[in-house]
C-alpha cells in the first residue's frame, strides 16, 4: 500500500495495490497491521457507514465534542472532494484543512484521525462512501462547522463544479456554527474558554 501524509501530517492518503484485468479488480481495502504502520495509530473500529450522495450535494463539517471520531473513508462509487478540518484546541495546526480527491477509480482512502472535522462535496452523478469510524456516533455531542466559512478559507474546487449555484445541504449543515462559534465550544471542552 502506498501513503502520503499531506500537509498535517495526522490526515493520511492511502493507496492500495490494486490487481486489475479484463475481469474486473481485487483489491485489500483494509489490513490493520498496514494501516498502523502507515498513520501509527492502533485500529480499533466499531462502525462502519454507508452514505450515498447526489451530484452537488455537500456534507459536513461535521465532528463530535465528546467520542470524536477517526474516519477512514473510501468511495466505490463517483467522486468526491473530501475535507478535513484539524479542531483540536491544542493542535499546531488547529483551524488548518487538507482535501484530497477520492473516487471509486483511484480507490484511494483518507485516514480522518479523531479531532478533526469532515466534510465531502459530490463532483459525480451520484456518489457512494463508505467509512470506518473508531467510535460511535454520538448525535447529542455532534456539531457542524458552516462548509463556506471565510475563517476557515476552505478551497472547495468550485471552479470544477458541474452545476451552477450553491451545494445541496441538509438542514442541519443549512445551520451549521461558524467556525468562532464551534472553536468557543471546543475550547470550553477543552476548559480553555
Same mark, same amino acid.
Not at 449555484?165 to 475550547?187: C, F, M, N, V, Y
Given at each position: ?17 490494486? @490487481? #486489475?484485468?479484463?475481469?474486473?479488480? @481485487? ?9 498502523? $504502520? ?19 450535494? &455537500? ?5 463530535? &465534542? ?7 473513508? /473510501? ?12 479542531? /483540536? ?5 488547529? #483551524?488548518?484543512?487538507?482535501?484530497? /480527491?477520492?473516487?471509486? $477509480? ?20 451520484? !456518489?457512494? &462512501? ?15 462547522? /458552516?462548509?463556506?466559512?471565510? !475563517? ?12 451552477? #449555484? ?16 464551534? &472553536? ?6 477543552? #476548559?480553555?474558554?
Amino acid at each position: 500500500m502506498r501513503y502520503e501524509k499531506l500537509a498535517i501530517p495526522d490526515v493520511v492518503l492511502l493507496a492500495p495495490r490494486v @490487481f #486489475g484485468d479484463d475481469r474486473g479488480f @481485487f483489491m485489500e481495502s483494509f489490513n490493520q497491521r498496514v494501516f498502523e $504502520d502507515v498513520t501509527g495509530v492502533p485500529a480499533t473500529f466499531v462502525q462502519d457507514n454507508h452514505s450515498r450522495s447526489s451530484r452537488g450535494v &455537500l456534507r459536513g463539517l461535521h465532528f463530535q &465534542l465528546h467520542q470524536p471520531q477517526g474516519k477512514l473513508v /473510501r468511495v466505490v462509487a463517483g467522486e468526491v472532494l473530501d475535507v478535513a478540518v484539524d479542531v /483540536r484546541p491544542r493542535s499546531a495546526t488547529l #483551524g488548518h484543512w487538507v482535501s484530497a /480527491r477520492l473516487s471509486a $477509480d483511484n480507490h484511494r482512502q483518507l485516514w480522518v484521525p479523531p479531532g478533526f472535522a469532515h466534510g465531502f462535496v459530490v463532483f459525480s452523478d451520484v !456518489a457512494e &462512501l463508505l467509512y470506518k469510524t473508531s467510535d460511535y456516533y454520538a448525535p447529542e455531542y455532534e456539531r457542524a462547522i /458552516r462548509w463556506d466559512d471565510p !475563517a476557515l478559507s476552505i478551497d472547495w474546487c468550485r471552479d470544477q463544479w458541474a452545476w451552477s #449555484g450553491e451545494p445541496t445541504l441538509s438542514r442541519k449543515d443549512q445551520d451549521a456554527l461558524s467556525w468562532h462559534a464551534a &472553536l468557543r465550544e471546543i475550547r470550553a471542552v477543552d #476548559g480553555r474558554a
